[in-house]
């Protein structure tokens, strides 16, 4: 149980353009969900966090206009990398808790989209 | 706030041998510690977790780890390593802040199994 699909998993587009990467729980009902950035060799840096019906909470130094957050169902979360330049290209995993689960529970992780700009 | 620090960027080791990646953490308050482990080009896996009460937690794959709270770490161990645990380890810790569960992430630590 407790799965998370993450879509697409690469992703190439070209400088300027859009795009949307999806978030969805599969067998249960996500009320918070956190996207994450992983540069090469390093560690996971949360971008945001996103609960059900309000607005994400962007952490500092990201910029909410060009990475929007929705998380308008219990299952789905989406991420939209707007007008996207070659410094976006990274690995981008999100990740959810379940509305039952309590502060001690962990994290169910999607597999991650690898986002390529050109 | 938390923090999170794993000494090892880098641990090598011979496969059939025994490994520990190391884990400390800081905090002000009580603590939830979770390991996890992420395979090439892929998300994060669960390993295992520390909520309470015995503090040597027994994950999947064979791993362990046990929690020390006069020297705030949590250790990770597997007595005899395969070539297909080569991948990256992350510790984390979480509190209760605000209402909110925000999860802090060690730097991760590369787990290099050789034949």
């Not at chain 2, 938390?2 to 960027?9: A, E, F, H, I, M």
């Not at chain 2, 390993?47 to 709270?69: C, D, H, M, Q, R």
């Not at chain 2, 802040?97 to 925000?102: A, K, L, P, R, T």
């Amino acid at each position: 149980g407790a799965v998370v699909s993450q879509h697409p998993s690469r992703v190439i587009c070209k400088s300027g353009t859009s795009v949307k990467i999806e978030c969805r729980s599969l067998d249960f009902q996500a009320t918070t969900m956190f996207w994450y950035r992983q540069f090469p060799k390093q560690s996971l840096m949360l971008m945001a966090t996103s609960n059900e019906g309000s607005k994400a909470t962007y952490e500092q130094g990201v910029e909410k206009d060009k990475f929007l957050i929705n998380h308008a169902s219990l299952t789905l979360s989406t991420l939209t990398v707007t007008s996207a330049h070659p410094e976006d290209s990274s690995f981008y995993i999100c990740s959810a808790r379940g509305g039952s689960s309590g502060y001690n529970s962990p994290l169910h992780f999607g597999n991650g989209t690898r986002l390529t700009v050109t | 706030a938390q923090s999170v620090t794993q000494l090892d960027s880098q641990v090598p080791v011979f496969e059939e041998a025994p490994v520990e990646l190391r884990c400390n953490y800081s905090s002000s308050v009580s603590v939830y510690l979770f390991w996890y482990v992420q395979y090439p080009n892929q998300g994060l896996q669960l390993l295992l977790k520390y909520l309470s009460g015995s503090t040597l937690v027994k994950g999947i794959n064979g791993f362990e780890a046990e929690f020390n709270k006069s020297q705030t770490s949590f250790h990770l161990r597997k007595p005899s390593v395969h070539i297909s645990d080569t991948a990256e380890y992350f510790c984390a810790v979480s509190v209760a802040s605000g209402g909110s569960y925000i999860p802090t992430f060690g730097r991760g630590t590369s787990l290099i199994v050789h034949p």
